[in-house]
């Protein structure tokens, strides 16, 4: 059942609910304890950086309600950017309401008033189905790239 939230480009005064949110869903998703001071950091620099990206988030009932990041991707075979869909987060008692949905489609909505902007990507765990189905509703579909990665 979709009810309506409100969607916006995130604040410096939601800092600290963006960073729970991080902490909540590296625990649900992946089991891993987050240090909330190299995450209140990071948060803080991309919102201090909007060359980097940008969060949104959906606010019900006048609370946050989920959120979600936004980076930026050049490409040079078609002159343009993709904006990287990632930090999903909702809420538990939010869920099953239509908030992921909203924030996607006033994302969508957005960059479709800026020409420099070409498509819109994200990843989700290859065993995370339900994602999976959400983001396959909203019109995307799974391309034929593997994600490799290397931490430094």
Same mark, same amino acid.
């Given at each position: 059942?979709a009810q309506q939230c409100s969607i916006r480009v995130?604040?410096?005064?939601?800092?600290?609910?963006?960073?729970?949110?991080?902490?909540?869903?590296?625990l649900e998703t992946e089991k891993k304890i987050l240090?909330?001071?190299?995450?209140?950091?990071?948060?803080?620099?991309?919102?201090?950086?909007?060359?980097?990206?940008?969060f949104l988030v959906a606010e019900l009932d006048g @609370? /946050?309600?989920?959120? &979600?990041?936004?980076?930026?991707?050049?490409?040079?075979?078609?002159? #343009?950017?993709? +904006?990287? !869909?990632?930090?999903?987060?909702?809420?538990?008692?939010?869920?099953?309401?239509?908030?992921?949905? @909203? /924030?996607?489609?006033? &994302?969508?909505?957005?960059?479709?008033?800026?020409?420099?902007?070409? #498509?819109?990507? +994200?990843? !989700?765990?290859?065993?995370?189905?339900?994602?999976?189905?959400?983001?396959?509703?909203?019109?995307?579909?799974?391309?034929?790239?593997?994600?490799?990665?290397?931490?430094?």
């Amino acid at each position: 059942m979709a009810q309506q939230c409100s969607i916006r480009v995130a604040q410096s005064a939601d800092i600290k609910m963006i960073s729970q949110f991080q902490q909540f869903m590296a625990l649900e998703t992946e089991k891993k304890i987050l240090h909330v001071d190299t995450v209140n950091a990071g948060v803080r620099r991309l919102m201090d950086s909007p060359e980097l990206g940008f969060f949104l988030v959906a606010e019900l009932d006048g @609370q /946050l309600a989920g959120s &979600l990041m936004v980076t930026f991707e050049w490409s040079d075979w078609r002159n #343009g950017l993709f +904006l990287w !869909v990632q930090s999903v987060y909702v809420m538990p008692e939010f869920r099953r309401r239509g908030i992921y949905a @909203q /924030l996607y489609l006033w &994302l969508k909505q957005h960059a479709a008033e800026d020409e420099d902007i070409i #498509g819109v990507r +994200l990843y !989700v765990d290859t065993d995370n189905a339900g994602a999976q189905k959400a983001y396959k509703s909203l019109g995307m579909y799974e391309c034929h790239y593997q994600m490799f990665e290397e931490l430094l």
